[in-house]
């Protein structure tokens, strides 16, 4: 089935840094969710990309998707302890039924 | 109150016992599912059902069961439960919106001995 790979699977950062977490595809994305799990928490809706080469920002964070529509990415500028969570993606290409997610990328901030 | 709620929140169980953790829903969504987090493996899909007579497994399917009792309620079964099912269990829903987001519970940490 559809398989999306993300990376990195940890990335620990100052506080202030920026962060990206990348998604990527063999195949395909019909469309691409983001979502956000705090520690200790549930996952959280944050966004979806639909078309090739889309753009959306959130304040500090903004979201790609690729022109292939193979790969999407999530970049945070200057990072705060509040981005602390992992962070992942989730497709629906597979099924129209269903979404698959990806690993995730657990984000540290160091104060 | 949680819009998803779950329960119970924590089980610590022993092999071989029928646990059944439930899952009702104040959203009005027609969408439930149940996922399956594990250090390093994201959400896995065990099951999902888009009306109360639509029942699909999904990944991970094998040593669960699902009923979808009402609109509302969706609960996951482990006829005889095994250490290898310890693990995070997430109930989700979702709607015929354009985004398809899910909406998840809080959770529910099974411990298997």
């Known amino acids: 089935g559809q398989q999306v790979m993300q990376i990195p699977q940890y990335q620990h950062v100052q506080e202030g840094e920026d962060f990206t977490t990348y998604c990527n595809s063999s195949t395909t994305l019909s469309n691409i969710q983001w979502y956000k799990q705090r520690p200790g928490g549930h996952p959280v809706f944050l966004i979806q990309l639909v078309k090739s080469g889309e753009v959306k920002k959130q304040k500090r964070l903004t979201f790609q998707f690729g022109e292939a529509k193979k790969n999407s990415s999530l970049h945070i500028t200057a990072t705060q302890t509040t981005d602390v969570g992992t962070y992942f993606c989730?497709?629906?290409?597979?099924?129209?039924?269903?979404?698959?997610f990806g690993s995730g990328t657990q984000l540290t901030v160091l104060p | 109150d949680a819009d998803v709620t779950q329960t119970p929140r924590n089980r610590i169980t022993k092999t071989g016992k029928r646990i059944m953790l439930e899952c009702s829903q104040t959203?009005?969504?027609?969408?439930m599912y149940w996922y399956r987090q594990d250090p390093g493996l994201g959400l896995r899909l065990i099951y999902y059902s888009f009306d109360v007579k639509d029942i699909n497994k999904g990944e991970i399917s094998d040593g669960y069961s699902v009923s979808r009792q009402a609109q509302a309620k969706f609960s996951l079964s482990l006829e005889s439960a095994i250490p290898n099912q310890t693990a995070l269990y997430f109930c989700?829903?979702?709607?015929?919106?354009?985004?398809?987001?899910?909406?998840f519970g809080e959770g529910s940490r099974l411990t298997v001995l």
């Open positions: 989700a829903t979702s709607d015929l919106s354009n985004t398809g987001e899910l909406f």
């Open positions: 989730a497709d629906h290409s597979g099924s129209a039924r269903q979404l698959t």
């Open positions: 959203k009005g969504h027609d969408r």
